[in-house]
């Protein structure tokens, strides 16, 4: 895809589950796109206790953090600027009209307004779905309050495209954090697994899309973390049974355990995960004893029917649709033994795998406001007085 260079910079807050992000992006006329600034915050420790994401303890800590991760992003980017004239009663009424479901928020935002003035942006990027929707309208009625207070307009963002987007890019050499649009033959294949998703999507041109397959029960991601609790290992679980994956195929030894690979052979591209959770239940109370050896065994021959399904099906779409690129995204594309697998299958059928930076695979901003540069370029800007986020916002 061609990007015609169109100066801007944008302001990009992704708060969809369980990490607030805020992203200060310039897109150049030569068509690259430079991170000025960057800030994430993870809730990861706030949720570990329960083993999973409470949406309205995200929705709270959101609303507590969103204000002191945007400061940290426009400090890094050395885009504060110190207030100039006091925000108006009226104004101030109209801003807590805006966020009376974040009080929290206000209360930042307020704060923030004593010292702070307008940084120069043009436009705020925005996740408005999928994902918890308590959560997503903590970042869409903050894009909401700061779109009246300094007069921008907003780009709303499609979280799942975020995801796509990411491995698209190309990271540029250099001191600064700069990318550029891959040059990628269509039509376009993307697998995307995370803690919510599992899709097979097709993109036949640019920034179009058509839905082939998805999850019918648990995400991906979702079993990865299921799993991972029924081993008593903390959340997220993911990262956890990929290390001890890992740790177990490096031993030399076979795998003692298989486990099935589900809808392998149906004629369709959907998934479902939750018949291989029974099964890994089944097969952990089998035990006499969870040991640190039948825990590893356990994570591989896991990850190992996980990861053959995903490739298996992502490979027989590429060959059914003549996909000339796949582009693995979400959480879950930061396991190493997919993108190994992935990329032998598609190597061997001259197709081109495009993977995220490992440490822009899960949640984050960055692809956020990646993605909104390239929906502002498109001129697909909301009205942010009917602007509303969608736990279920879909692609197509
Ligand atoms: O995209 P993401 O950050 O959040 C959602 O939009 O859901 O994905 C989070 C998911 C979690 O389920 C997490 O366990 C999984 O991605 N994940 C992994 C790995 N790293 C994160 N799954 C398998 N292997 C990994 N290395
Ligand atoms: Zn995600």
């Known amino acids: 895809m061609r990007y015609l260079g169109h100066i801007m910079k944008?302001?990009?807050?992704?708060?969809?589950?369980?990490?607030?992000?805020?992203?200060?992006?310039?897109?150049?006329?030569?068509g690259t796109f430079e991170v000025l600034g960057n800030a994430l915050y993870s809730q990861v420790a706030v949720h570990a206790p329960y083993g999973g994401v409470y949406?309205?303890?995200?929705?709270?800590?959101?609303?507590?953090?969103?204000?002191?991760?945007?400061?940290?992003?426009?400090?890094?980017?050395?885009?504060?600027?110190?207030a100039t004239e006091p925000v108006s009663e009226g104004g101030s009424a109209s801003l807590k009209g805006i966020l009376e479901r974040e009080p929290e928020l206000f209360v930042e935002l307020q704060s923030?307004?004593?010292?702070?003035?307008?940084?120069?942006?043009?436009?705020?990027?925005?996740?408005?779905?999928?994902?918890l929707e308590?959560?997503?309208?903590?970042?869409?009625?903050?894009?909401?309050?700061?779109?009246?207070?300094?007069?921008?307009?907003?780009?709303?963002v499609n979280h799942m495209e975020g995801h796509i987007v990411m491995p698209m890019m190309q990271r540029q050499p250099g001191e600064t954090e700069t990318y550029r649009l891959h040059p990628a033959s269509y039509p376009l294949l993307a697998l995307l697994v995370s803690g919510g998703h599992t899709e097979l999507v097709l993109s036949r041109e640019p920034m179009q899309y058509e839905m082939l397959g998805q999850t019918r029960d648990d995400?991906?991601?979702?079993?990865?973390?299921?799993?991972?609790?029924?081993?008593?290992?903390?959340?997220?679980?993911g990262p956890e049974i990929s290390r001890l994956a890992a740790q177990a195929r490096a031993s030399g030894t076979d795998c003692k355990y298989v486990f099935p690979r589900p809808m392998l052979y149906q004629n369709n591209f959907d998934f479902s995960f939750a018949g291989l959770k029974t099964e890994l239940r089944k097969h952990i109370q089998s035990l006499d004893e969870l040991t640190e050896e039948t825990r590893m065994q356990t994570a591989w021959a896991f990850e190992d029917a996980v990861v053959d399904t995903l490739v298996h099906k992502t490979a027989r779409a590429a060959d059914e649709h003549g996909a000339q690129t796949v582009v693995l995204?979400?959480?879950?594309?930061?396991?190493?033994?997919?993108?190994?697998?992935?990329?032998?299958?598609?190597?061997?059928?001259?197709?081109t795998l495009l993977v995220p930076p490992p440490a822009l695979s899960t949640d984050n901003a960055v692809m956020i406001a990646l993605a909104g540069a390239l929906r502002a370029a498109h001129g697909d800007y909301a009205d942010p007085a009917t602007l509303?986020?969608?736990?279920h916002l879909r692609l197509v």
């Open 10 to 30: 944008i302001l990009a807050i992704e708060t969809s589950c369980d990490e607030t992000g805020v992203t200060l992006l310039e897109s150049h006329d030569d």
């Open 55 to 82: 949406p309205n303890l995200a929705k709270r800590e959101h609303s507590v953090n969103l204000v002191p991760v945007m400061i940290e992003c426009l400090a890094a980017a050395g885009a504060l600027t110190p």
């Open 112 to 131: 923030f307004l004593t010292q702070h003035g307008k940084p120069q942006i043009d436009a705020i990027a925005v996740t408005h779905g999928p994902g």
């Open 134 to 156: 308590p959560a997503l309208w903590v970042g869409v009625n903050f894009a909401r309050a700061l779109s009246q207070l300094w007069n921008v307009p907003i780009v709303p």
């Open 219 to 237: 995400a991906a991601g979702e079993a990865f973390d299921k799993v991972a609790r029924m081993l008593g290992l903390p959340y997220p679980g």
């Open 329 to 351: 995204g979400g959480g879950v594309s930061a396991n190493t033994h997919l993108r190994t697998q992935l990329k032998d299958a598609l190597d061997a059928r001259g197709i």
């Open 388 to 391: 509303s986020a969608h736990g």
